[in-house]
């Protein structure tokens, strides 16, 4: 995470279509210990997401972690909030929802969707790749991109929006009783959402997979660890690492995408900006950027980030059995789902 994406080059943003207010995007999760309902999930999932109103582009990845296991995650795109609630509403989808069992033992279910509105939300990349919300929108190019602050400044509301949250700092996080429970998670107005994405894929010279190995992935991961163990002075409330998969076969990708609730963007820039373990990522970029364009090396390294601003109203996060740690559950009010039915 960080409040710029160290990349040099034209930097290219979303382009929204005349007209166009807002946009959908939604995680769903599956976590087990034994990963024997995982593939059910996931073909069970993707039939309605083939249905009506289905998103315009899905991916998967998955992580693995002690406490709650493997953990694989469908990720959902669609071009209106309108269309996010339509396929979210549908019958087929919330009977399906709503059959997830409370009773499955140590296996959880989980999903976060999210309606940020146009001004409030942003994607930045280099080069020509397609990925995340430019699947499916057009990109253009932006010349706000290369120094700190351009996260803010990449959306068209910062001029008249502080983006600032009614909570002065991160609630500290509490063990709540999840388990044989179906929650859902009130949060603050302006909760800042981030997925990164760094694609290695592109990388063919062994001096930059070299350099990738063994400096810019390894700072990266403390980086992430500072994010992780230490929320009430980052305000990140919550931080997965993944490994993006094949859709079809499960088979592991060379990319990475982290995902992170950030009590508002001003944390997240404050972090980025002061805290050690991110200042020594961004030096390793830019020895390795350095490195290799005196080698002629071109980087094939592409870093990517999208990050929502978003109203309380603009995310829903609910959890079914799930592992206390996981997503918001340990910061925010927590409602019984049958009460908000």
């Known amino acids: 995470m960080s409040d710029e994406p160290m990349t040099e080059g034209p930097g290219r943003i979303v382009r929204f279509p005349d007209g166009a207010a807002d946009?959908?995007?939604?995680?769903?999760g599956v976590?087990?210990?034994?990963?024997?309902?995982t593939d059910s999930f996931v073909t069970e999932l993707r039939g309605l997401f083939a249905g009506p109103a289905g998103p315009g582009k899905v991916e998967r990845c998955h992580r693995y972690d002690p406490r709650v296991g493997h953990e694989t995650i469908l990720l959902a795109y669609w071009t209106s909030a309108a269309g996010a609630a339509e396929f979210l509403a549908s019958e087929p989808v919330s009977s399906w929802w709503n059959a997830l069992p409370t009773d499955a033992g140590s296996t959880g279910y989980w999903r976060e969707a999210m309606s940020p509105r146009a001004g409030r939300f942003h994607y930045f990349g280099v080069g020509?790749?397609?990925?995340?919300?430019?699947?499916i929108l057009p990109s253009q190019p932006t010349?706000?991109?290369?120094?700190?602050?351009?996260?803010?400044?990449?959306m068209e509301d910062s001029p008249?929006?502080?983006?600032?949250?009614?909570?002065?700092?991160?609630?500290?996080?509490?063990?709540?009783s999840t388990r044989g429970r179906r929650i859902v998670v009130t949060a603050p107005d302006n909760l800042c959402f981030v997925r990164?994405?760094?694609?290695t894929s592109h990388v063919e010279d062994p001096t930059e997979q070299k350099l990738w190995d063994e400096l810019l992935r390894p700072a990266s991961q403390k980086w992430i660890s500072?994010?992780?163990?230490?929320?009430?002075?980052?305000g990140?409330?919550?931080?997965?690492?993944?490994?993006?998969?094949?859709?079809?076969?499960?088979?592991?990708?060379?990319?990475?995408?982290?995902f992170a609730y950030f009590l508002t963007l001003g944390h997240l820039e404050h972090a980025a900006r002061t805290q050690p373990s991110h200042l020594a990522l961004y030096n390793a970029f830019m020895g390795a950027a350095t490195e290799l364009a005196e080698a002629g090396v071109a980087m094939g390294l592409f870093i990517w980030a999208e990050a929502h601003i978003l109203g309380a109203r603009e995310l829903s996060a609910e959890y079914v059995n799930c592992h206390p740690t996981t997503g918001l559950l340990p910061f925010f009010a927590q409602v019984d789902a049958a009460a908000v039915a």
């Open 23 to 28: 946009v959908g995007f939604a995680l769903f």
């Open 31 to 37: 976590q087990t210990h034994d990963d024997t309902t």
């Open 128 to 135: 020509p790749h397609q990925v995340g919300i430019t699947t």
């Open 143 to 154: 010349d706000k991109f290369g120094y700190w602050g351009g996260y803010r400044d990449r």
């Open 160 to 176: 008249k929006d502080d983006f600032a949250s009614p909570l002065d700092e991160l609630p500290a996080a509490r063990e709540y």
């Open 196 to 199: 990164e994405g760094a694609d």
């Open 226 to 234: 500072y994010l992780a163990t230490s929320p009430r002075t980052s």
């Open 236 to 258: 990140c409330a919550s931080i997965i690492d993944t490994t993006e998969q094949d859709l079809e076969s499960g088979t592991d990708l060379r990319k990475a995408s982290q």
